[in-house]
């Protein structure tokens, strides 16, 4: 692994990472949200598996050659269409884990070519395939501290954190 142009172990611990940061939590703290414009940490999560879910399609247009724009999403509209506070942080843990994983066997079978390809995202930037790889790693950290702040009960947990 340590030959691959991202760090793997880094990507791979994003699930451990939010495991721990809800360590603890009763039902009611991870649905809690500080206003109802802000997410909950049940809805950061499930904000993470679209995210991933996106990020692994991104990953797989840029290895077909495909000249599409990557996607974008809309991340409030998602989050709110699929009642996420309803679901189950373990279900979605275990999703992300998931995906998480089966990316991670897919990075291992790449070619120093493969890696090399670019795609270009919806703002038409050129982007590789490592730096999509780290921005998802950022961005997770980006909503670890996000939950650290819904913890904290502070109204700066605004969901529009993000733009990915």
């Known amino acids: ?25 009763s039902d009611e703290a991870l649905k809690w949200k500080a206003a109802s ?31 599409a724009r990557l996607p974008a999403f809309s991340q409030d ?21 998931a995906l998480l994983h089966y990316n991670s066997l897919l990075f291992q079978r790449l070619s120093e070519e493969d890696w090399a390809k670019r795609g270009v995202n919806w703002k038409g930037d050129s982007v590789s395939l490592s730096a999509i790889i780290q921005s998802f790693i950022t961005h997770v950290q980006t909503h670890l501290a996000q939950i650290e ?10 969901n529009s954190s993000c733009s990915l």
């Open 1 to 25: 692994m340590s030959q691959l142009p991202v760090n793997i172990e880094l990507y791979l611990h994003t699930h451990d990472q939010l495991s721990q940061a809800i360590e603890g939590l």
């Open 37 to 67: 414009n802000q997410w909950s940490v049940t809805e950061v999560l499930t904000h993470l598996v679209d995210h991933n879910i996106v990020v692994s399609f991104r990953i797989r247009e840029i290895l077909s050659d495909s000249e």
């Open 77 to 97: 509209s998602w989050v709110a269409g699929q009642k996420a506070n309803e679901g189950s942080v373990t279900d979605y843990l275990n999703a992300f884990k």
């Open 149 to 158: 702040r819904i913890k904290q009960g502070e109204s700066a947990s605004h």
